[in-house]
């Protein structure tokens, strides 16, 4: 993956507290795209599928790591103020 991993989506996920289905509304994507991706299931998804999903995160407040000698990884933006899903 040269956009986001599924491990990516997971933890960015946890980390602003969103659900699958908050997630694949944000990004304009199917509930079940959100969760296949997630558990790895291959149905070959376009890289701008990737990216609405990558953006959605990060409009939420996940900033994505790229792989610098440690793999790539999740954290949340310091100026998101606990950026997530308030209900």
């Known amino acids: 993956y040269d956009v986001i991993s599924p491990a990516q989506c997971r933890a960015g996920r946890a980390l602003v507290r969103l659900s699958q289905a908050e997630l694949a509304q944000a990004a304009e994507v199917a509930t079940k795209t959100i969760a296949d991706f997630e558990r790895e299931v291959d149905r ?35 100026d998101a103020g606990g950026a997530g899903h308030a209900g």
């Open 44 to 78: 070959g998804l376009q890289r701008r599928t990737l990216r609405a999903i990558q953006a959605a995160l990060e409009a939420a407040g996940v900033e994505f790591i790229p792989r610098n000698g440690g793999g790539p990884g999740v954290r949340l933006r310091t």
